[in-house]
């Protein structure tokens, strides 16, 4: 690795664990404070490092400098003396002494206390998000902005009114008693996905930075599966719908960036390791007696990582969405059936199923009309790709539609 690149590196996997310690330390009451004593740390090793070199050990630098700065705060700042200081003295009579502790154990629980106390159900679903990328992952604030198609403006304010609401709402960062982790972890999970869907589905064109959405969706889900408390069926089974999709991450998109159909996917790019991976997690998924959408969907998501394309594959991802629906119904899931429909029993069905679910504003459910009608109907394929590109956002996108409507104007399929 260049010398330019270890210290944003290290930015990107350490910022993150010394920030949820410090944060459990300071509370959502002075969240600045954790945020501030972090980035102080990196701004002091890029004078230090600039002028000295880097240390033998950078990791352990950063992390007696975040420890020495964090106590010296502690030391001399009025709002500790008046606030928390009784509070020290009541502990250090019971031999308790303050530290900052920056174990793997500690940065590991910090980093799935926090990660319960920002998915807390009084936050929306994009604050979350929005947290969990900041706090846990070390995303800046661009990042941020270009996962979300939004400015800088709009996610620090979005951010700061998440933090205020947990400080009104006094959440503590905590592991959630026994009686409350079903309900917790599932707020978790959800974020967990939708976290893990805004780097695959991601419509940003910056496809390293989609990638590193999944990624970091995965690694808090592995977070949670090594925790004995949390290691439980559909957190398996969410884990393992991660590693069958990212398993075929790098056929999704083509050298230019742009995504590839499912059905022209290189398949000797597929992640063969990263298959296997999935298929350990969804049979420790299977130790439970409860059933839920992650299961399917990471089912589905195996189905879709065996290469032979024949009629048990596709029956079986068929009859497995008609049970999904059953569980949890989703416009999105029921549009992805249609395509499986029509694999089973053939275009003109997976039209009329399709038709039915008027998606009118959804610029996929032109896309995969168009594709469907492109086997019985030009003209109609072509007035549901026309709209798709009138609906869709990003260049890639559109450039990928575009190539679509092209083989419809020309006939060449």
């Known amino acids: 690795m260049q010398n330019d690149q270890i210290l944003p590196n290290l930015f990107k996997i350490e910022y993150r664990k010394i920030v949820s310690v410090l944060y459990r330390h300071f509370g959502f009451d002075h969240p600045e404070i954790a945020e501030d004593i972090a980035s102080d740390t990196f701004l002091t090793a890029a004078e230090m490092w600039g002028l000295k070199g880097f240390p033998d050990n950078p990791v352990a630098w950063l992390h007696t400098v ?5 106590r010296d705060y502690l030391r001399r700042d009025t709002i500790f003396t008046q606030k928390i200081s009784d509070v020290l003295q009541t502990n250090a009579e ?10 793997d154990k500690n940065i590991n629980d910090s980093q799935l206390q926090m990660f319960f106390a920002i998915c807390h159900p009084t936050l929306p679903a994009e604050a979350q998000i929005g947290l969990a990328l900041r706090i846990l992952c070390g995303f800046g604030i661009d990042e941020i902005a270009d996962a979300f198609l939004s400015n800088n403006e709009t996610i620090n304010k ?10 009104r709402e006094k959440i503590k960062i905590e592991f959630p008693q026994q009686q409350e982790i079903k309900s917790r972890l599932s707020n978790v999970l959800k974020t967990l996905y939708l976290l893990f869907n805004e780097g695959y589905y991601s419509s940003s064109n910056d496809v390293t930075l989609r990638k590193e959405l999944c990624l970091e969706a995965m690694r808090l889900n592995y977070l949670l599966v090594e925790n004995v408390m949390f290691d439980l069926p559909e957190v398996n089974a969410l884990l393992s719908l991660m590693c069958f999709h990212t ?8 050298k230019d960036g742009d995504l590839v159909r499912y059905d022209e996917q290189d398949k000797t790019l597929w992640n063969d390791a990263l298959i ?5 997690y969804l049979n420790r998924s299977s130790e439970g007696t409860e059933i839920g959408k992650y299961h399917f969907e990471a089912t589905i998501a195996y189905w879709h990582t065996v290469k032979d394309d024949d009629s048990e594959k596709w029956e079986n991802i068929l009859n497995l969405y008609n049970r999904l629906l059953v569980v949890e119904y989703s416009p999105m899931a029921a549009l992805n059936r249609t395509y499986a429909v029509s694999k089973v029993k053939g275009v003109a069905e997976a039209i009329i199923e399709a038709e039915k679910l008027q998606l009118q504003g959804n610029y996929l459910y032109h896309v995969l009309l168009g594709h469907l009608y492109k086997e019985v109907d030009y003209t109609k394929a072509i007035t549901h790709l026309e709209t798709a590109l009138k609906k869709v956002k990003t260049a890639g996108q559109k450039k990928q539609i575009r190539k679509e409507l092209h083989k419809c104007l020309n006939h060449d399929l």
């Open 247 to 254: 398993s075929r991450y790098e056929a999704r998109v083509d």
């Open 94 to 103: 019971d031999g308790y002494e303050m530290d900052i502790d920056l174990s």
């Open 66 to 70: 975040a420890r020495n700065k964090a």
């Open 158 to 167: 979005r951010l700061f009114r998440a933090k205020e609401k947990l400080r």
């Open 276 to 280: 296997k991976k999935g298929k350990y």
